[in-house]
């Protein structure tokens, strides 16, 4: 079992005996997606750390999409809980880039496109290509996209 696992189990177990609902029903749920992503395909398979963040990432986005319509339907309550769901799980995630730190790496890879020859709206892919390991884990691709093409743009 990956030492990520083994934690987020553990945190569960002191969670349950500390009678936190909802600190345990988060981490429930993200050891059901863990779980679920090891067994799907043909193989089961052990996830690696790196993978396990990847599925608590892809867990907390859900939450605040989920908490973002239930606030556009008038649920506030339920967006509430998303969002509390939201933050256990991002205690899990490496601290996401700040906005002047995502830019920042933008205009670095899109001057190294441009020194590679690309240019204008069209840079994107190249831009995209050398920023995305750079940012990865750190900022979510939807944030990352609209960084380049506020930088491409000018």
Known sequence: ???????????????????????????????????????????????SDDEVRKVLAREAKK???AAEAF???GRADRADRERAEGEVLAEY?????????????VEEAVAEARAQGAEGP???GAVMKIVNPKVAGLAEGGRVAAAVKRTLAG
Not at 93 to 105: I, Y
């Open 122 to 124: 069209r840079a994107m």
């Open 71 to 73: 606030d556009k339907g």
């Open 63 to 65: 939450r605040r999409e």
């Open 1 to 47: 079992m990956t030492t990520f696992k083994s934690r987020l189990r553990g945190d569960l177990t002191a969670a349950i005996k500390e009678r936190d609902e909802l600190r345990s029903a988060t981490l429930r749920m993200a050891l059901t997606a863990i779980t679920t992503e090891e067994v799907s395909g043909k193989t089961a398979r052990e996830l």
């Open 93 to 105: 995630l490496p601290k996401q880039l700040t906005d002047e730190e995502l830019t920042s790496l």
